[in-house]
């Protein structure tokens, strides 16, 4: 027997067994699913109906759960949690498996399958664990493998498009932007670290310098000379170590200059020491900076004032140059006042004419006070082209000269002030008459010549220079002057040369050696070795001699670009106790341009292992580290 029955919701015909009478069964149409209670009825003949079995409701009859009413799927909700912000909303039913982004955070989610809590009898697989191993016949497709086909496949086939909502553009932005920031900073780092390297080496270079003239013992140098060469060292490591531009290597400047200084001090008297103090009081130049620097303790101040506490020690540009200079005490006048001009172009360069006041200038040239003011007054004229402070100086001087007057032995530099910024003559004042077609004096030369030169006039100040009259001595030493101030020395060097003494004459004739010094440092910056030679080899001291060049040698490999200088331009004696300071800044001048054309390599310190230690070999590695220093920062 059986019983013929419908599903009263899809109206789907089944033949049940008997027993299934007054029983809840879930119908089979997989489009319906529900539940119903099966009632017996008879067959259309009054006889039991045959029984016919439908296999899907016997299946769901003993396999399935009885659920629960559910409600129509596309009334159903999935409650949604965001994984980034944990934002709750609902999504469709019929979104399940599909990317959804959050309404609050924007960042896309996957829409979760939803279990419905049946086991597909009809699926060998089904109900396993997920790793369970399953017997599969060869040759044999299960039915769930023939009605099944994955979504993947049907968007590939094109069957179906997955709806995906596309991302924001600032999604994008800001991802490109975060890759780019790290790229930037693992560059930035990498670039930090060979900076620290390289940094490391020089630091190095300059420490060995400083060393190495420390602790060497018994190199053979000149007892005179030990001081010298170790106040020189520490001059360059000043120099090196301020231009760190930071409070520490302030520090560490102003502690080797203030070394260098007592080196010198210490010293006995000689050309060399002079001159020493002098390249010193150029170097404590750079220790004066803007009132940023000094707030962030990188520089100090020029002068005296301002703020500060009870118990700080300050350092002031002034007062320093005023330590120094007062070494310079015992120096030949031409000496102070060569030393007096360089200091005063420096100051104007860098703005702070001013440091260089009366009182500063009384102490280094007491007795020739009148005309080392003019001279400095001249040098800021000519750096700064202020009129008006000329005009104040001239002004300023003007009582002095009067009460200094007597006839025309006035300082040549002060005549020539007055007159290239328009200011009369004192009263009862005297000034050189204007050259006229023959000899001139060495007062009128200078003066005119000077005149000349602060009004632009280069070629007049030239003739003027090579007229006959006065002495050897002074046309040259208008000569060196017109060198230094003109753009290109190279026809002044030729002017000097030709007025230099020679043979017999140079016997009889004494021309200070500070001048062939100064014409000799100008004939190596118009890059005429020829001249230097021939200057150098007037030079009758030892000290002058070497520190001329030096200083040819420096203003040369400056003039000559970016080409490498060769060891035998900075020729040394070989014998340590014929060497001089001037020998051992020659050899730092050449280590220091060819490291900044060249730049650093493996070898460069032991390059200069040859050169001798606590003698030469000092400066060859101080000139390195100031070399690529220089190399960093052009």
Not at 176 to 192: F, I
Not at 232 to 243: N, S, V
Request: charged share 25%; net charge neutral.
């Amino acid at each position: 027997m059986a019983i013929e029955t419908q599903c009263p919701h899809c109206k789907k015909a089944y033949r049940l067994k008997d027993e299934l009478a007054g029983k809840r069964v879930t119908c089979g149409n997989p489009d319906c699913r529900k539940a119903f209670t099966v009632d017996a009825k008879a067959s259309a003949n009054g006889k039991a109906a045959e029984p016919r079995i439908d296999a899907e409701a016997a299946a769901a009859a003993i396999f399935g759960d009885e659920p629960a009413q559910a409600a129509p799927e596309d009334q159903r909700q999935i409650t949604m949690t965001c994984a980034t912000c944990e934002t709750k909303w609902d999504v469709p039913w019929s979104m399940q498996g599909k990317n959804v982004l959050c309404p609050d955070c924007r960042s896309r989610q996957r829409v979760p399958q939803q279990k419905t809590g049946k086991v597909d009898w009809r699926d060998s697989r089904a109900g396993r664990p997920t790793l369970a191993r399953v017997e599969e016949l060869e040759g044999v497709v299960g039915t769930v493998d023939v009605r099944q086909v994955s979504g993947k496949s049907l968007v590939e086939a094109g069957v179906i498009k997955e709806d995906i909502e596309s991302r924001p553009r600032w999604h994008y932005v800001a991802w490109t932007v975060t890759a780019l920031a790290l790229v930037g900073v693992l560059t930035y780092g990498v670039m930090l670290l060979m900076r620290s390297n390289k940094e490391d080496r020089r630091d190095q270079f300059m420490a060995d310098a400083l060393k190495d003239v420390q602790e060497t013992k018994d190199t053979g140098l000149p007892p005179a000379e030990v001081p010298l060469f170790k106040a020189d060292i520490h001059i360059a490591a000043g120099e090196f170590a301020l231009r760190k531009n930071d409070p520490a290597g302030l520090k560490a400047a102003i502690d080797h200059f203030t070394h260098a200084r007592r080196d010198l001090e210490a010293a006995p008297p000689s050309a060399g020491r002079d001159l020493m103090l002098g390249e010193l009081a150029l170097a404590q130049v750079a220790l004066g900076g803007s009132a940023e620097q000094v707030a962030a303790g990188t520089r100090v101040r020029w002068t005296p004032g301002g703020r500060q506490s009870l118990n700080e020690k300050t350092y002031t540009v002034q007062q320093e140059l005023q330590a120094t200079l007062k070494a310079m005490a015992t120096a030949p006048a031409d000496v102070r006042f060569h030393t007096i001009r360089r200091l005063a172009r420096r100051l104007a360069q860098a703005g702070q004419p001013d440091v260089l006041s009366h009182s500063l200038i009384a102490q280094v040239l007491p007795q020739e006070h009148a005309e080392a003011v003019a001279q400095v007054a001249v040098e800021v004229l000519k750096a700064t082209g202020d009129q008006g402070r000329a005009k104040a100086e001239a002004g300023a001087l003007a009582p002095q000269l009067a009460a200094e007057a007597k006839g025309t032995g006035l300082p040549p530099s002060a005549p020539a002030l007055f007159q290239a910024v328009g200011v009369s003559a004192p009263d009862k004042v005297k000034f050189p008459a204007p050259p006229g077609g023959g000899e001139v004096s060495d007062a009128t030369r200078q003066t005119f010549v000077t005149q000349y030169l602060l009004q632009g006039k280069a070629d007049e100040a030239l003739d003027l220079a090579k007229k006959p009259g006065g002495t050897d001595a002074g046309r040259l030493s208008v000569l060196a002057l017109a060198a230094e101030w003109a753009d290109n020395p190279g026809p002044v060097v030729e002017a000097a040369l030709a007025v230099l003494p020679t043979g017999e004459k140079r016997r009889k004739v004494t021309i200070p050696d500070l001048t062939l010094l100064r014409l000799a440092a100008q004939a190596g910056r118009a890059n005429q070795p020829d001249a230097v030679e021939a200057f150098v080899k007037s030079i009758s001291g030892d000290a002058h001699k070497a520190w001329a060049q030096a200083e040819a040698l420096r203003l040369q490999l400056a003039a000559s670009g970016e080409k490498p200088g060769e060891e035998t331009q900075a020729d040394a004696p070989a014998s340590p106790k014929d060497a001089r300071v001037g020998h051992a800044r020659g050899r730092l001048a050449l280590a220091r341009h060819n490291a900044r054309v060249t730049g650093n390599d493996p070898d460069a310190s032991v390059r200069y292992d040859g050169w001798g230690a606590g003698t030469f070999r000092p400066f060859g590695l101080a000139g390195l580290a100031l070399g690529l220093q220089d190399r960093n920062l052009k």
